[in-house]
């Protein structure tokens, strides 16, 4: 995983986005592209990669040349005249390698930056998976209490009439209609969470917290069930931030010994990051 220094260097910006699994879900895969595209954390963490990799052209070029005019107050004589302006050009040359090193620790930095941006991504993307699958959740709770509450309104005609017509009891036309009140006291519960899932999707997509989301339609459900050990592992392969600290001190190692005798840290899937 580490192996990758330069390679964020050199590749586009849309090949830094990784994927994130939908499930077959249209409606979830929507609002998804556009929490990345208009998040302000993701915004920011983006540009901060982009201020480390612009840093990295600069940490390789040689110094600004120097230029410097003199004027004389007082002509001074030489051998081939008087002299009354002197002009010259002036170019530091660092030591042997040191441009290159300077290099290598402005790309770890900007790989550092691109394992953090996309910590920010996945995190956002995390909030929203979670938001929208409340939302689905009361979606689908909203309508099966519509059609129960439909049944028991029915079923209520029907036991008014019965007790109008002296062949039924009052009691079953009162537990109908407490049934009633009931499922109608859950359906406002129910709105009202949709609310809270609908401000919370909206903030993560820098979007006015009224702002109406579409019902959710429900998918087939994702058989995965991985072994907690499996999660253990993918986890610590893939997370942007472990990789991102492990770039950090490998960084702090090479600025404090930029040539050889410092020791690599190990990757948690057990490669060793090159300079």
């Known amino acids: 995983m580490l192996l990758r220094l330069g390679v964020w260097l050199l590749l586009p910006v849309a090949a830094l986005a990784q994927t994130h699994s939908t499930y077959g879900d249209p409606h979830l895969a929507e609002l998804i592209a556009d929490a990345l595209e208009r ?16 840093r990295v052209p600069q940490a390789t070029a040689l110094p600004d040349p120097m230029l410097s005019v003199t004027q004389h107050a007082r002509t001074p004589e030489t051998r081939v005249g008087p002299q009354t302006t002197l002009v010259s050009v002036s170019q530091r040359f660092p030591w042997f390698g040191k441009l290159s090193d300077q ?4 790309a770890k930095r900007a790989s550092v930056q691109a394992e953090l941006y996309e ?64 499922l109608l006291n859950r359906t406002r519960e129910l709105e009202r969470q949709r609310v809270d899932a609908e401000s919370v999707l909206n903030t993560l997509r820098d979007r006015q917290p009224d702002e109406p989301i579409a019902p959710a339609t429900p998918t087939e459900r994702p058989n995965v069930l991985p072994e907690a050990e499996e999660l253990y592992a ?18 702090e190692e090479k600025a404090i010994h930029p040539r050889g005798g410092n020791t ?8 060793r990051g090159a300079m």
Request: cysteine-free.
């Open 234 to 251: 993918v986890g610590r392969e893939h997370r942007p931030e472990i990789t991102a600290a492990f770039l950090q001190i490998e960084t």
């Open 39 to 54: 998040n302000p954390q993701v915004r920011e963490a983006f540009a901060h990669y982009q201020a480390a990799r612009a």
């Open 119 to 182: 910590a920010r991504r996945a995190e956002v993307v995390r909030q929203l998976k979670l938001a929208y699958f409340d939302l689905r959740y009361i979606d689908q709770a909203l309508v099966i209490a519509g059609e129960e509450t439909e049944l028991l309104e029915h079923y209520e005609t029907l036991a008014q009439a019965r007790y109008s017509q002296g062949a039924g009891l009052q009691q079953s036309v009162v537990k109908l209609q407490a049934e009633i009140t009931r």
């Open 264 to 271: 690599i840290p190990t990757s948690p899937s057990g490669r």
């Open 103 to 106: 290099g290598k620790l402005a």
